[in-house]
């Protein structure tokens, strides 16, 4: 009992002197999750049914929630299965504390994370909601987009870059009920953060620090692995301008990991695809040429000639290209791409950044060459 006052004790303390509320992440929203279980608790978690304390999860025991049929939940835990719940919370009694989420309808990958859960039900499905604070959940992004053995000053530019874009699609999924989910389609946090020491040091030592233009708008931090040598215009992918986001030549990426690419394709699959799908006149011989032999030197939005109306990126999707960014040859009876990049090329280069870093630029230098067009600002966040 003493635990449970001292967890009331410490919410009334919040309510009173803190307007800071957790971030709530939706873990796999789009999975349809019927059965799912807590487990592998590192410390006791307080489970609230409803308005109801069931018990504390310990290191040692399980929580199962399954759907039911009529919208609400079941429950098995210690033992007993209890029947029609709307609303269940795991707490955390200690912070820092992680538990293990999986589900087994559909089957789904074990994963732990920090914070407090809440399941509830929804027409066909459960929905897994993470609270956790900003930046514990920045150190997870990081872990899951960043990779390892960057540059500090590397993971100080990401760690700016995810909290701008954190603020600015905040209210992304509201209307589902929680704010970001875990997944590519906000940015990827697939787990706690594994406590590695250079990624947690950049988080803290750029704590509150965002992007931002002259009217106190958030950046559009885009980034992609590889941008080719020259950062791509964003109306180019998606048809729509963003301002601030100017194209620009970058000497930092051209002979990294991703700097190059080729790929053969067959003629015949080639010359098809332009046909049926953009009636493309190949009865024309200069056209026909052009077809097997266009040079790019710089990004553009069009294949060949603006004319033809070939967007670049549909030919990147049909051939699942690395990149826009391409010339076209015929070698050996086949269609030679020979391409630069990989990604769409908008705002930050990953490759481009980390060797930057690697140098000796620090992160307000790097981040100031991918997006010369804003500034770095401290703010407070109502989410802290
Ligand atoms: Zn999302
Ligand atoms: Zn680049």
């Known amino acids: 009992m003493l635990r449970i006052a001292l967890l009331f004790a410490l919410g009334v303390y919040f309510a009173f002197f803190s307007n800071a509320q957790p971030l709530r992440i939706g873990i796999a929203p789009a999975k349809k999750f019927t059965r799912i279980k807590f487990s592998n608790a590192s410390g006791d978690y307080f ?11 310990n290191p040692t025991s399980s929580l199962e929630v399954i759907f039911d049929e009529k919208g609400k939940m079941d429950l098995i835990f210690a033992g007993a299965r209890r029947k029609g719940f709307n609303k269940i919370k795991a707490i955390t009694a200690v912070l820092g504390q992680s538990l ?8 789904n990958k074990a994963r732990s994370f920090e914070g407090d859960f809440e399941i509830t039900s929804l027409n066909d499905r459960l929905l897994v909601v993470n609270e956790v604070d900003l930046e514990t959940y920045l150190e997870g992004v990081l872990e899951s987009e960043g990779g390892e053995g ?3 000053e590397y993971y100080k530019v990401q760690a700016v870059i995810s909290r701008t874009f954190a603020q600015k699609v905040i209210n992304k999924h509201a209307h589902e ?3 970001l989910c875990n997944q590519e389609h906000c940015q990827a946090y697939l787990h706690k953060r594994n406590g590695s020491s250079m990624i947690d040091s950049a988080v803290s030592q750029t704590r509150n620090q965002v992007l931002k233009n002259e009217g106190d708008a958030y950046a559009p931090t885009f980034f992609s692995a590889n941008c080719g040598g020259e950062t791509c215009d964003p109306s180019f992918i998606w048809n ?6 100017i194209p620009m030549l970058d000497t930092f990426c051209t002979r990294t990991k991703q700097a190059t690419w080729v790929k053969r394709i067959d003629p ?20 026909y040429q052009l077809l097997f032999e266009s040079n790019l030197e710089h990004r553009k939005a069009f294949f060949i000639h603006p004319r033809y109306g070939i967007p670049l990126r549909d030919i990147r999707e049909k051939f699942d290209l690395k990149s826009t960014f391409f010339s076209v040859r015929f070698d050996n009876n086949q269609v030679l791409l020979s391409g630069r990049g990989y990604g769409h090329g908008v705002g930050l280069c ?4 980390m060797n930057m870093a690697r140098k000796g630029y620090d992160y307000t230098q790097i981040l100031g060459y991918y997006f010369p067009s804003f500034h ?3 703010t407070s966040f109502e989410r802290y």
């Open 150 to 152: 960057q540059q500090k």
């Open 268 to 287: 015949t699959e080639w010359k098809t695809f332009f046909v049926e799908k953009y009636s493309f006149p190949v009865d024309d011989s200069v056209s």
């Open 376 to 378: 770095l600002v401290f």
């Open 240 to 245: 729509e301008e963003i301002q601030g986001l």
């Open 350 to 353: 990953q490759e481009g950044a």
């Open 47 to 57: 489970i609230v049914a409803d308005t109801s304390l069931i018990g504390i999860l």
């Open 177 to 179: 009920g929680f704010n």
């Open 100 to 107: 293990e989420f999986s589900s087994s309808l559909p089957l």
